[in-house]
C-alpha cells in the first residue's frame, strides 16, 4: 500500500475505513433490524455480485445480515451488513499450507426496482476474530487518538448551554478503540451535543437511542477533526444539522450514488473562449433564486437542473423564476425520485413533458407523488441540453457569458462542512466517486485562494447560508467532471 494511503486508513478517512459506533437495537425507523425475509433477496444478490468470477472452492458463503431500507416510488435502497465466511485453502495447486477459513465483514447498498436489483457499493475487511464480540474489520484501521483541548473548529465554538439531564447524556465515549476520552473532555462533548440538540430541535425515542447519537456525535467530530487537519485548503469543519448520523446514514438520506452510473449522451457545448473575467457572481445578477432544501430525499439532481434551467431562462427570457422539484420527482420515469438520478435524464424529462410548472404552482414534498404536472401551467420550456468542458478555465468563461451550471461533485467532508474553501487530499475526493449534484453560481478568490461558489439544496442552515465553497483550478472532488446546461432559445 502507498505510504499516503496507509496514512490515510490509519486516520479511518478511506471509504469504509471507520465505522461508526454500533447502533443499539432499538425500535425505530432508522434502526437496524435483525435479519429477515425482507432482506434475504438484496442480501443473496450481494452476495452473488461477490462470488462473480470466484472459482468454485474459493466462493464465500453468507453469515449473519442486517440492514436497513430506505424506500422511494416504486424502488427500495438496502444499506446491509454482512458476515462472509470464505473457505479454507485446502487446494494444493493453489497454496501450499491449509489456511483457517476467514470472515468478512462487508457493507453493501443494493437497489431494487420493481424486482431487478444494482449493487452500488461494496465495501469489505476481515473481521478481527482476536478482539472479544468484534464486528469491525482489520481493514478500518481505526485510531486511537481522540480530541485535544483547544483543538480547531471544536475550540472556537460558544460554550453550550448545560441542564441536569446528566443520566441521559452521561459518557458513552469508548468510541474508536478500547480508551476512553478524558473525563474532562467527556463533560465537554457532552455539553457541546445538549448544545447540538437544542439548536437543531434534536428529539429522540429513548435513553437508549439518545445515548447511541451521542456516541455517534463524538464519532463524527474526532472525524471532522482529522478532515479538518487534512484539508489543503482553508475550509471549517465541525458541528451541522448532520453530525448525529452515521456516515451511512447521511450518504443513503442525502446523497445520491447514481451520479456514477454512465447517463444519457448529450451533445458538446460550443465554446466561448478561454477568457473569463477574473471573478463573477450571478446571485448579484438577479439570475439566482433562493436556497432550497430537498430534505431527507437525495433529489439533489433535481435542485441541480431545476438551479440552471431558472439561470437560463433568467438569462434568455429576463424573468427569475423559482421552479418546481417536485414535478421532476414526480413525473421524470427515467430518474429514481429520492433514491438519486441524473440531470442528463431530468433535461429530457423537462423537455418531453413539456416544461416545467413554478413552486408555487407545483410545491415540494420531499417524496414521490402521482405526476400531476398540467402543460397549461407550464411557465418554462427548454430546448435542449449540452455537456460542457472539463478544463475550468472554460467552464469559468461559460459561466460568465452563459449563467449557473448543473454540476456533480464528489460530496467528502461535506457533512461537518461550516464555512471557507474547501480542498480534501484528492484520494479522499475521488473525481470518480461523485455523489451530490449541486450548481455553480460563481468564482473568485479568497486571500489569492480561487474557489468556486456552489448553491447547495440543503438550506440556508447548513455550510455559508446555503452555499459551499470548493478549490477552482485542480479538479478538487469531480468538480469539472460532470458539467451541463439547458439550451434555452
Keep these: 500500500m502507498a505510504p499516503w494511503l496507509q496514512l490515510l486508513s490509519l486516520l479511518g478517512l478511506l471509504p469504509g475505513a471507520a465505522a461508526a459506533p454500533a447502533q443499539p437495537r432499538a425500535a425505530s425507523a432508522q434502526a437496524w433490524v435483525p435479519p429477515s ?19 468454485a472452492g474459493t466462493r464465500v458463503v453468507l453469515g449473519t445480515v442486517r440492514g436497513r431500507v430506505h424506500r422511494a416510488g416504486q424502488g427500495s435502497l438496502y444499506s446491509l451488513e454482512a458476515t462472509l465466511m470464505e473457505p479454507p485453502c485446502n487446494d494444493p495447486t493453489v497454496c501450499q499450507l491449509p489456511v483457517s477459513k476467514k470472515t468478512l465483514l462487508c457493507s453493501f447498498e443494493v437497489l431494487d426496482e420493481l424486482g431487478k436489483h444494482v449493487l452500488l457499493r461494496k465495501d469489505c475487511g476481515l473481521v478481527d476474530t482476536k478482539v472479544p464480540g468484534a464486528e469491525r474489520a482489520q481493514a478500518a484501521g481505526e485510531p486511537k487518538s481522540a480530541f485535544t483541548q483547544g483543538s480547531g473548529t471544536i475550540s472556537s465554538l460558544s460554550q453550550p448551554r448545560l441542564d441536569n439531564r446528566n443520566e441521559t447524556f452521561s459518557p458513552v465515549f469508548s468510541l474508536l478503540n478500547e480508551d476512553p476520552l478524558p473525563q474532562d473532555l467527556a463533560v465537554k462533548m457532552a455539553s457541546i451535543f445538549r448544545n447540538f440538540v437544542i439548536t437543531y430541535n434534536r428529539t429522540y425515542e429513548s435513553k437508549e437511542e439518545a445515548q447511541w447519537r451521542l456516541s455517534v456525535f463524538v464519532h463524527n467530530m474526532v472525524r471532522a477533526q482529522k478532515i479538518q ?28 450514488p447514481l451520479l456514477r452510473e454512465p447517463g444519457k449522451k448529450m451533445k458538446q457545448a460550443k465554446s466561448v473562449g478561454d477568457l473569463a473575467p477574473p471573478e463573477w457572481d450571478w446571485r448579484s445578477k438577479g439570475a439566482v433564486t433562493k436556497v432550497k432544501d430537498q430534505g431527507m430525499c437525495g433529489s439533489c439532481w433535481a435542485f441541480s437542473v431545476t438551479g440552471n434551467v431558472e439561470g437560463q431562462w433568467f438569462l434568455n427570457q429576463g424573468t427569475l423564476l423559482s421552479l418546481s422539484e417536485q414535478e421532476l420527482l414526480d413525473c421524470d420515469k427515467i430518474d429514481k425520485a429520492c433514491m438519486g438520478g441524473l440531470p442528463s435524464s431530468a433535461y429530457s424529462a423537462i423537455k418531453n413533458l413539456g416544461g416545467l410548472e413554478t413552486e408555487d404552482d407545483y410545491s415540494y414534498r420531499g417524496h414521490m407523488q402521482a405526476c400531476n404536472f398540467s402543460p397549461e401551467k407550464a411557465k418554462v420550456y427548454i430546448n435542449d441540453s449540452v455537456e460542457l468542458s472539463q478544463n475550468e478555465q472554460k467552464l469559468a468563461a461559460w459561466l460568465a457569458k452563459r449563467g449557473p451550471i448543473s454540476v456533480a461533485i464528489n460530496a467528502f467532508g461535506m ?33 489569492d485562494v480561487p474557489f468556486w461558489a456552489i448553491k447547495n439544496s440543503w438550506g440556508t442552515d447548513w455550510g455559508e447560508k446555503g452555499y459551499y465553497y470548493l478549490h477552482r483550478g485542480s479538479g478538487a472532488c469531480g468538480v469539472n467532471t460532470m458539467a451541463s446546461s439547458a439550451v434555452v432559445d
Aim: one cysteine or more; hydrophobic letters at 40%.
Design 37 to 55: 425475509p425482507e432482506l434475504r433477496a438484496p442480501a443473496l444478490f450481494a452476495l452473488e455480485m461477490f462470488n462473480r468470477g470466484r472459482a
Design 229 to 256: 487537519a487534512l484539508d489543503q485548503g482553508t475550509a471549517q469543519y465541525g458541528v451541522t444539522k448532520f453530525s448525529d448520523l452515521t456516515e451511512e446514514e447521511f450518504r443513503t438520506t442525502y446523497l445520491n
Design 415 to 447: 457533512q461537518f462542512y461550516r464555512h471557507g474553501i474547501s480542498r480534501p487530499l484528492r484520494p479522499l475526493c475521488s473525481p470518480w466517486l461523485i455523489d451530490h449534484a449541486v450548481l455553480l453560481v460563481g468564482y473568485g478568490n479568497r486571500s
